[in-house]
């Protein structure tokens, strides 16, 4: 899931500053023991994950075209909005 985030913030700077963006990051940030916890990862945006971007981007297009129930969603168990889930 976060692949596809960066990915599509890649896609859109892309397309404003006609620049290319091959790479991505995600940063972890937890606390544990009252110290903070930082997790970096760097991935390289390739053409795999634009394309998978844009087919769930039209996945989810055509879902609310049709108005299509997505069903229940896959959580984590550490879900913190898992109890608002219907």
Not at 43 to 68: A, G
């Amino acid at each position: 899931f976060h692949k596809l985030a960066f990915t599509g913030y890649a896609m859109v700077m892309e397309s404003l500053y006609e620049f290319p963006v091959d790479l991505g990051s995600m940063v972890y940030v937890r606390f544990q023991n009252e110290e903070i916890r930082i997790k970096r990862e760097f991935h390289h945006i390739s053409d795999e994950l634009r394309q998978w971007f844009i087919e769930e981007r039209d996945r989810k297009m055509h879902m609310l075209e049709n108005e299509t129930d997505p069903g229940k969603q896959e959580c984590y168990d550490i879900c913190p909005y898992k109890e608002f889930c219907p």
